[in-house]
């Protein structure tokens, strides 16, 4: 079992930056990946970014390619640095985990889910 505790959401203009995080316990040795996923209200849930935990690759929605950025520490903990924000990046923001035999591409593949952390853009 893996727990996830999102952190870092907030409101803020467009054109600003916001940091998320997400802390993982509990069978942290067992991650394969983890990654972020949106939902805006009245819209599908959007993948937006995922990292392989071993070898540290990553990778991105188009969406948000060249304006956030996924990293990892030593403390089980994935980040999500969010610039150039945009309107249309107002969302619920996800945290996702999952262990050897699933995945992080599709929502489908993911195992465990955080609670979820709002991300407000204002124009």
């Known amino acids: 079992q893996v727990l996830l505790v999102e952190s870092g959401g907030g409101s803020v203009e467009a054109g600003g930056s916001l940091r998320l995080s997400c802390a993982a316990s509990?069978?942290?040795?067992?991650?394969?990946?983890m990654g972020w996923f949106r939902q805006a209200p009245g819209k599908e849930r959007e993948r937006v970014a995922h990292?392989?935990?071993?070898?540290?690759?990553t990778d991105y929605a188009d969406s948000v390619k060249g304006r956030f950025t996924i990293s990892q520490d030593e403390t089980n903990t994935v980040h999500l640095q969010m610039n150039g924000l945009k309107p249309e990046d107002t969302a619920t923001y996800y945290c996702a985990a999952s262990t050897w035999g699933g995945g992080c591409s599709t929502g489908d593949d993911v195992k465990y889910w955080g609670q979820g952390t709002q991300v407000t853009v204002s124009s």
């Open positions: 509990g069978d942290t040795y067992s991650r394969y990946c």
């Open positions: 990292i392989y935990i071993r070898g540290g690759e």
